[in-house]
Structure formats: C-alpha cells, structure tokens
C-alpha cells in the first residue's frame, strides 16, 4: 500500500498500539538508535578525537577480519558464555523451584540468595581476587585447613583455571537475579494446573517437566536471552581479576574493544568491532527465538 | 500441597547450606568493614575483628562535611525518577508488543533489544557529545533519561512477557464490554502483573542505585554526583585498594537495595492469576 | 517613558555583563584527591583577595581518565587544566589538544628544578605543551625482618641482580614444612602491562636494552640486551624459583598484599608505598632502594606521574596559568604533597620537613636523576604485544628469545597503522 490513504488507514488502525508505544521508541531512538549511528559512521574512518579523520572505507572491517587478536577474544567470550550460563541456570532454576513455596522463611532465604546481586561487579571481582589468591587468599587457606586439598591451587593461575574460577564468581553473584525472573514466572503457573496434574496421578517430576517448564517457557527464553547477551558483554569482573591474561587468555571481546578505542586510540576501528559485535548478538537472539519460542499459553 | 516432614526437614537443610555459601564471601565484607585498617591484610586469615570499629563508616558519612548525604540524596532523586519512568513506559510498550501488534512493530523490539547489545563505552563518546550540545550534563533529567533508555529492553521484555502470560480472553470480553484500551490496561491488565512490576522496580532499583560508568560520565559536577561516583573516590587509589572503605562502602549501598527486595517480596504471590480466568 | 526603560533595560544589560565577565571560573581535572585539596586552597585565596576568580574540580579516577577526557575532547567540553599520565602526553599532543607553555615555563624562577626526563614528555618541536605535576619513581622494596631472619644484613638491599638471586635463595622457604613454599623471596607482578613498565622496563634499562628508540620510531625490544634481561626475568621463577611460578597472573594486589601480609620478601615498587605500607601493616620494617642493575649496567628508573597541562581551546589561558603557577608553588608541593607522602615534583624542594621525618624518601633524590619514560604516541598499543610474551616466556611456554621476536614482529605491525 504505497498510497497516501493506505497510509493513513495504517496509521488509524493501528493507532493505539502505536500510542502506546511511542514513549519507549522516543527514548530509544533519541539515546540509542542516534550515537549507534555516529558509532556506524565512525567505523569507516580512522576516526580522530581532534583534527582530520581519514576516510577508509570497509579499511577497518577488513583489518578485523585478519586481526587474530579480535577472533581470539572473540572465541574467549564465546567458551565464557558456554561455560556460565547453563551454570546459572541450573541453580536459578533450582533455587526458584525451591523457593516456589510459602513458608515462614521464604523471604528470608530468597533475600540472601539476592545478596550477591545486590553489590557492584567491580567489588564482587575485587573480594574473590582476594579470596582466590593462592598464596594467602582465603579459600586455599580453609580447603587446606579442612583437609579438602594438599596443596595450594592457583584458582586464576593458568587460562582455563582463570575462566572457571570467575566463572563461579559470576554464577555466584548472578544466579539470584535469574532466580528473581523465574520467580515471577513460576507465580504465573495456575494452581490449577497442577492441581489437575495431580489428579491425573503425576509425580513430582512429570509435574516439573510436562506442566512447570512448559509454562515458563516464555519467561525462561527471555532470562536466558538477557543472560546471553549479558555474557557476552562481560568486561568488568575480567577486567579486575586477570587483566585478559595470562597471554590474552581471557580477553573478551569487549575488552579488546575497550582497548582498542581507550587505551590505543583506534576510535574508528574500536567502532567497527562494536558494529560487528551488535550483528553477532542480533542473529543469535534471532536463532534463539525462532528455536525456542512458544506462542503464549492460553 | 501439603509437604510431608522430611521434605520440610530437608526443605530447610538446603537452604541453610546453599546460604552459606553464597553470603560467606559476604560475610567476609562485613567483618572486614568492622575491623581496624591496620588488621585487614593480614595471615592467616581471621574473620573477626580484634575490635569491632565503626571508624570506616563514621569516616564515610562524615568527610569533607558529609557530603555522603549530598550524594545519597542525588541518587535518590535519579533512582526513583528513573523508576517512574521506567515503569511507565515499560509497561505501556510491553502492553502494545503483546496485545497491539501491527506489521513491523518487531522492528521496534528488536531496536530495544538492541539497546543490551551495545557496550556503553562503545556509544560513550557519541552520547556524550550529544548530551553537552542539548545541556543535558550534569543534570537529573539527562541522567534519568539516559539510565530509562539502557532500562528499557529488560523492563519491556519483562512486562511484554507478564501481558502475554495472562489470558488474552480478558481484553477481548472486555472491548467487547465497552471498555476503552486505556480502560483495559489500567484497570484488568496492571492490577495482575504484580510479580512482573515487582521485578522490573527491583531491577531499575538495583541497576540505577549501583550504576557507576554513566553517571560518571554525565554527572560528574560534585552538586550532582550519585553514590557511587562519590565513593569511587575512596575505593581505589592507583598505588592501594582502600579495603575499608571498599568494604563500608558496599554495605551501605547494597542495604536499600536488599530493603527493596525484601519488601516486594509479597508480590511474588502465587494464585493472583489463577481466578481471574473464572 | 520609553526613554526611562530603553536606561534601565541597557543599565540592566551593562550590570549583567560586567558581573560575568568578572566571575571567571576554570573546570581543572585530576585523578589525584590531592589536586582537589589544592583547589579548595586556591578558590579560599581568590575569596580573601576579593577576586571571583574560582576553580571548579572535577575528579576523575585512573581508570576512566582516558574515556572521559576523549569524550570531553571530542565535545569541544575539554577542561581548562588537566592533570594527566605522563605517557599520554605524546598521543595527545600528536593531536593537538594542548597549549604552548614554553615561554610561561621558561619565565619562571624554578626553572632548573624542574625534572628534564619529565618535560621531555610534554615536548613537540622543542616547545613545551605540559608542566611536570606529580612524579613517581620506581624501586625495590624489602623486608628488614625476612632479612634478619635469613641472616642477611638488613640495612643493606642487594645492589645488582647477581646478589637479589643470591638473597632471594635464602628468602624463598617452606615456612610451616608441609612441603610447599610458602615465603618467596621476591614478587612479579606479572599480569598488568603498566606495572611491568614501571618496574620491569628499568631492569631491561639496566641490561643495556630498551623499547623503542629516542622518538619512538624503531623496535628495539628483539636486541641481545633485552632477551637477556627477560631471561634473568623467567629464570627467577623456573630456575631459581625465587619468585612464585604463576607470578604471569599475580595482579599488583596480590603483590602487595603478599608483601604487607610477608609472604614475599622482596619486590618493585614505588615512593607512594612507603605511606600505604604504613597505613596497611604499621609494624613492618621495610626499606627502599634502587632497583638493582645488572653486572655491568647503570641503575635506572621509571618516572611515571602526571604533566599538568592547559586544553589548546581554553577561553581562560591566564587564569589557567595562574592556577598551574598556584598548584606548583612551595606552599602546595610541600604541604599537600610532601605532607601526604607523595614526592614533590620540584627538585628544590626534596629537602623539606616531611622528608626530614622519614629517611626513606632521600633515596628518591637520587633516583631521579636516573628515571626516565618512553616517548611514543602508541605507548599502550605497543606495550600490550610485550606483555602478552613476556605471560608467555614467564608461563614457560616459549623462550625469551622467541617471546621477544613475536613481540617485536607485532609492534612493528601495530606502528604501520
């Protein structure tokens, strides 16, 4: 319909919806949508902050592309993801359904298993630094003390030790908030429903799987997906703990391009990196929601 | 459902378990904010301070004048301002992404969405040049703004989420009834997404009370500064981690936080949906 | 009528602008508390001389200085004074952000006690476009107990790398015998790129090798003199195993902390410690020295701090000035530096009566006449390749040699753009 009455027609049907919707689309175009823009623009220069900016067309792209420091980190935040989020989600899950019922302390423990979430990633990072020290930290001191080890780890001695210890520090601090969002979910799970399960003679864990989860579908695809992206972003709790190291071992992508712009000034090519990390991140959502998505449950 | 005793004994000896796992790191804090500089670093290592001192916390709320309240209030008026917002407008839109579609509103989700995708150093200098050109530094109202934008994608996705999952069957009898949109939403819709709302206030709570790198970036004029920006100051020098404070200051600001959360708790009420079909 | 407020309309106008033009205020940013200390003196000074002259401070922490001032650069929104890292100061004057002091500088009476190391940073062409600030010096730190406790004289710290490996031998041991080490005798900290700089780069300056040449143009890191200061490096951890193995992944922190807590006898640092071991542990008994030089090398230093220097766009040039004058005078340096344990950035101005109190500082006269800085618009894009061979050679996973060929190949690369 490319004429001006379809147009209006359009607009007239769907004006409600649009309404409504127009608060949330001003903000996000004025404060987003515009400096992603200027970040687009500014990948295809050798963008300086004063002075002249030399056009290079796809320059910075390709640079990328033949960067292996930018694969490598790239690949570093990819086996993060993997490793942390079924991680979180296996103790969300089994925290939310825990806590799913009422009883006088309910409340309480949900609270301390907020705790963690509750404090800022940067001193999170710098507390476990301390506790996983290897030479006087505290965790080595009370596994040996109670006789679980015989020697001292280095919990962020070597690459993979450094990916799995803050790995458990980020399950540590994130696990309550995804525990917050299934909450929210379960408490949408109709009394009903089960009560109706129960009636067809279901056991615990034919209720979990065949009414719960199907249920919280919809909830679960969407904790999931903000925890996804979440990871993939990660920067603070590496920058503090290992710097990237040992030798770029646990560089993340948004490290690199913190670098890249800050640290060496290529404000251009840090750009571009952020465009393709933005492409990255909108065909997996996209992937995600097309496998996982249910329609809402009538 | 009535729980037999064993699952309520064993309910309870998880739980006590799981605790103390998590909040020993936390405990650690605590103990380390209580004790005399001199005795933080020290080894072996020991949990309980020689004396319990409040000198970090008396030094935190009273230097150069007690400017800690100034800061405090200033993130006050910026938390809750962004809250307003956020949950206005979040929930307006999640209403319209589940229940006012039109062709090409995805376009729109997918923008939002966006908004998680970008890391805000990457779009720091852009904004940033932005905010100074419409006098939005160093104010309230930019801040607020700026802290609802980056809000959006989770409150949105979340309240889309909390309409869908209520029967649509709702909002049809009631057009059919007479009601207006705005009739429907306000007084069928909201009224039954408690959980969800509760989510997204303690979510923009916690995200705009702990937020350091925007407001750093925005507001860094000593009249505006939030709490975090302030405290910044005495975390980290370049030549020493100030534990003392870094550990006094976490306590302080993560008490409202956890306030809040324990005060919504009740919202997370199961069965507020499940009459409402009948 | 109308003639009576055309008078009072421009009398009104008139007032207004002769009351802004008299409040004339300059924003001035620093990483250092001590800075804004000296703003609150300086706008206390403007009051009682009855000026409006006023200073506004912002404080803007170590790890945010770049992003922030890139994004106040980039807004034309620059501060008028900014104090900022050292090694920045030829990037940022590639691109023309600050303005030319060199006549200001050359005018005033303490001239030559000005470090020349530091102003050389500041310098394009011969013209000066920063003022030295703040100075940090780095050099070795040990524990005077550990010493007498190994039966090594405390009073004197090893003076070449030679004698620290024969040190360090006795200070490494297995204090609660369960078979592991648990005091080692000296700490790397092997995992940040500016701490390798500041403690690292004087001990491959000792070795005879270096970076980069004068002006940053030329790898010089692949050279015999280099390899070999890097293998002394890896050999402290694999072969005389002084230092713990996995020190390519110790943060400064956990240096320091192992220091306080003595677990590590031994390790580079800088003057700033000297007040923070205090506040930390105030029963230790340490000194400090110059980091010790090779066999047949010099000692030298790293001359990290901040060049205090006035945005290129200011509308108050003089009021800046005025401001820097204020910030480097005796009254300053000495009572709100010297006082809070930081070296004074005036060389005439060692001898005060905060020094007087604690004779570990007089050793930093004479380390900075040894300290320098590299000079290179790319400083942190070049040294990232280095650390990354230095984590690998100090892992054990490849050679010194073959560490600083890939690191040099890289650098090479990293200039090309």
Known sequence: MHNLQGVRRFFSKHRTGMMFLTPAVALNLVFFVYPLVRVFQMSFYNWSVLGSNRFLGLGNYERLVNDPLFWKSLSNTVIYTLIVTPGIFLLALALALLLNHKSPLTNVFRTIYFVPVAISFVVASLVWLWIFNELYGILNYVLSSLGFISSRVSWLGSTWNARLSVSAMVIWKTAGFSMMILLAGLQGVPVECYEAANIDGANARQRLLYVTLPIIRPTFVMALMVSLIGSFLAFDHFHVMTQGGPANGTLTIVMYIFRTGFEYFNLGYGSAMSIVLLIILIVLSLIQTRSLQSDTVE | MKLKKWQVVGFYLINILLVLAFVAPIVWTLMTSLKPTDQILTYPPELLPREITFEHYRTLLTVNGGEFMRYAVNSLIVTSGTILVVMAVSSLAGYAFAYLRFPGINIFFISILATMMVPFQSLLIPLYGFMHRMGLLNSYFGLILIYSTFQLPFCVFMMRNTFSALPASLRESALLDGCTEAQVFTKIYLPLSLPGFATVLVYSFMTSWNELLMALTFNSSAKVQTIQVGLTNYYLSRYRTNWEMITSGSIITMIPVLIVFFILQRYYVRGLTSGAVK | ?417
């Not at chain 3, 890191?221 to 996995?246: E, F, R």
Request: net charge negative; proline share 4%.
């Open chain 3, 1 to 417: 009528m109308k003639r009576l407020s055309i008078f009072v309309v421009v009398m009104i106008v008139a007032l207004a602008a002769t009351g802004m033009a008299m409040a004339q205020t300059i924003v001035v940013w620093d990483r250092e508390v001590q800075t804004e200390e000296t703003v609150a003196l300086f706008n206390a000074k403007m009051e009682a001389e009855g000026s409006s002259k006023r200073a506004e401070f912002q404080l803007v922490p170590y790890e945010q200085q770049t992003q922030l001032f890139l994004a106040a650069l980039a807004a034309g929104n620059a501060p008028d004074v900014i104090s900022l890292d050292i090694i920045l100061h030829p990037y940022f004057n590639s691109i023309g952000a600050f303005l030319d002091i060199t006549d200001r500088i050359e005018a005033l009476e303490y001239r030559s006690a000005l470090p020349e190391g530091m102003l050389h940073l500041g310098e394009v062409d011969g013209r000066y476009y920063g003022i030295p600030y703040t100075v940090d010096l780095s050099g070795l730190v040990w524990n005077k107990t550990l010493f007498r406790e190994a039966g090594l004289d405390p009073e004197r710290p090893p003076q070449t790398w030679d004698e620290l490996i024969e040190y360090a031998q006795l200070l490494t041991k297995d204090v609660d015998n369960d078979g592991e080490t648990d005091q080692y005798g000296f700490g790397i900290v092997g995992s940040s790129a500016g701490w390798q700089m500041f403690g690292f780069m004087p001990v491959v300056w000792s070795f005879g090798g270096d970076l980069l040449n004068a002006d940053g143009t030329e790898v010089l890191i692949d050279s015999p003199q280099s390899i070999a200061a890097l293998q002394m490096w890896v050999d402290l951890i694999h072969k005389y195993k002084v230092a713990p193995v996995n020190s390519a992944t110790w943060q400064y922190s956990d240096v320091y902390n192992g220091f306080v807590t003595e677990r590590v006898a031994m390790m580079l640092s800088g003057n700033y410690n000297i007040i923070t071991f205090q506040d930390d542990a105030p029963d230790l008994d340490f000194g400090i020295t110059f980091i010790p030089r090779a066999e047949h090398g010099q000692h030298a230093s790293f001359s990290g701090g901040n060049l205090m220097a006035i945005s290129r766009d200011t509308k108050q040039a003089d009021l800046a000035w005025e401001f820097v004058e204020f910030a480097m005078s005796e009254d300053i340096q000495v009572e709100v530096w010297a006082k809070s344990g930081a070296l004074p950035v005036r060389t005439d101005l060692f001898d005060n009566k905060y020094f007087a109190q604690d004779s570990r500082f007089a050793v930093f006269a004479d380390i900075l006449e040894v300290a320098r800085a590299p000079y290179s618009t790319k400083y942190n894009e070049l040294y990232a390749p280095m650390l990354t061979a230095m984590q690998r050679a100090m892992m054990g996973e490849i050679s010194p040699e073959q560490a600083y060929q890939d690191a040099a190949k890289d650098m090479k690369r990293a200039l090309q753009y």
